[in-house]
């Protein structure tokens, strides 16, 4: 049972200095979202009522993250990294409005699940101030060790401070923590930072808490939940997992993945009944496929919706803003983008459309270019319903093509085309009856007089 009111905070000011990059870490992704937006994502189907993001001074690009991926979560700066639960205390303004308890989670562990969340939250239920998550990595090294008493949590060591004796110990600190509301900001304030690194550790709240005769108990997890990323390795294993959950529910969910391992999916990534998915297949964020369509092998889809018994790839691209309407089909190699195609069009090979409407039943011949950009601007093209655009042809758009209207093979239209009209706009073919043959006569009197020259 979820508590009545619950706040989480997100601690995201870490630099990240171990994936060596520029980027802030928690903006590095997995399955085509950040880490930050997988654990808002995790968050927002747990049940909290209020989210705040404590970020770094300075980080502007994370703050504009929160704000695309949790509109409503607050933001607040640690302006020196003093901790964790330093950190935790600069959202000060959001404890101090007495959620009935605080969930404590850290940007960098994507792999995090609703469910295990609401499983720290019902420990609070049943009594305790302070609920952890425990694992037990392969290699405990580097991790605060969980240190218990039966099933009560008497303390939490960090690597750093711990004896020879607790090292030994298995049971390792996942980072996440749920807070009764109650007690929270007293026990967090009371937090010193006596330790080898002189900072301000949240684990510490254990220790304080038991000294006010609070319960604390540990929730031990599978390690997937907790892993944390600090490098470009531990991003790429947080990546099989997080393909490997996902391949999962699309499998379970009825979809057909042909070669599961190769295929890559976002977490929005939506599936109709009936759907087939080829080997190699790249899904990005927001892509819809519906009822019955077959998806090739190699095509790559991004911010693409899908429709009924739509035919794509092999070797498709579906940029942001394409919508192909039912039955249609978009063959090998052809790559469209803010483009509605409609029902039953046809563009089956070697094609760009981009800013285009392609009406029902159209057919767009090989090579067809939509030609959208004026070297600063970009332009709409509009072929209308039944047209047949021969191939190879370039519309220059701003362009019409009317209902029904056919454009010649290897026609570049740069005016409008009225409804079931041709428009012929390539030069008129010249023959030279016997000029080959005449070539190749001066071309042997040439090597002739050359070789008697010898
Ligand atoms: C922390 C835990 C450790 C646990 C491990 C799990 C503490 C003291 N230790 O160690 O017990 O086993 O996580 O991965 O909590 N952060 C800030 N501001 C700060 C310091 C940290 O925002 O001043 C953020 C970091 O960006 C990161 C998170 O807090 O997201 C954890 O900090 P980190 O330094 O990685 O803690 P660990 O040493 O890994
Ligand atoms: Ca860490």
């Known amino acids: 049972m979820t508590p009545r009111s619950c706040l989480a905070i997100v601690l995201a ?3 990240g200095t171990r994936m060596r990059s520029a980027r802030p870490k928690v903006l590095h992704q997995v399955a085509g979202q950040s ?26 690009a994370v703050g504009d993250e929160v704000t695309r991926a949790c509109p409503d979560a607050a933001i607040f700066v640690q302006h020196e990294r003093r901790g964790t639960a330093h950190a935790v205390l600069a959202a000060k303004a959001a404890i101090a409005r007495q959620p009935d308890a605080i969930l404590v989670l ?37 991790y605060g060790r969980l240190i218990m008493a039966g099933d009560e949590l008497v303390a939490i060591r960090e690597e ?66 907790v892993r944390g990323i600090n490098t470009k390795s531990q991003l790429a294993e947080a990546e099989t997992v997080a393909q490997q959950r996902l391949r999962q529910a699309a499998l379970e969910a009825g979809v057909t993945l042909i070669a599961p391992d190769t295929v890559h999916l976002c977490p929005d990534t ?39 018994g739509v035919s794509v790839g092999p070797f498709a691209r579906l940029r942001p803003g394409t919508q192909l309407g039912e039955g249609s089909r978009i063959g090998n190699f052809v790559e469209i983008k803010a483009a509605v195609i409609e029902a039953g069009a046809k563009a089956n ?18 090579g067809t270019i ?75 009197l040439g090597k002739k007089k050359a070789r008697s020259r010898d």
């Open 370 to 444: 939509t030609c959208n950009y004026d070297g600063s601007d970009k332009h709409r093209t509009a072929i209308g319903k039944d047209a047949f655009i021969g191939s190879n042809s370039a519309l220059v758009a701003p362009v019409e093509i009317g209902d029904g209207a056919y454009i010649a093979s290897g026609s570049v239209i740069t005016a409008n085309v009225p409804a079931h009209a041709l428009a012929l706009a390539r030069a008129r073919q010249v023959i030279k009856e016997g000029w080959a043959a005449r070539l190749r006569g001066l071309k042997s």
């Open 160 to 225: 750093a401070d711990a004896s020879a004796g607790e090292r030994k110990i298995d049971l390792c600190n996942g980072g996440i923590m749920a807070l009764a509301g109650a007690s929270a900001l007293a026990i967090l304030e009371r937090i010193g930072n006596h330790n080898r690194k002189g900072e301000f550790y949240l684990t510490d709240a254990v220790e304080i808490a038991r000294s006010m005769a609070l319960r604390c108990v540990a929730i031990e997890i599978e390690e997937d939940d």
């Open 349 to 366: 090979h070697l094609s760009y459309i981009g800013d285009a409407s392609v009406g029902a039943n159209a057919n767009i011949g090989a």
């Open 270 to 308: 939506k599936f109709g009944r009936d759907v087939v998915v080829e080997p190699y297949v790249v899904f990005g964020e927001k892509v819809t496929v519906e009822d019955g369509a077959v998806i090739h092998s190699f095509s790559h889809l991004v911010g693409a919706h899908v429709g009924k």
């Open 35 to 60: 880490l930050l937006a997988h654990v808002l994502a995790a968050v927002g189907k747990s049940g909290v009522t209020a989210t705040a993001v404590v970020i770094g001074p300075g980080q502007d």
């Open 106 to 142: 850290y940007g960098d562990t994507p792999l995090i699940r609703p469910a295990t969340l609401e499983r720290l939250c019902a420990a609070l239920a049943e009594g305790a101030a302070i609920a952890v998550l425990g694992f037990r990595p392969a290699d405990p090294a580097g």
């Open 13 to 15: 000011a870490g630099e």
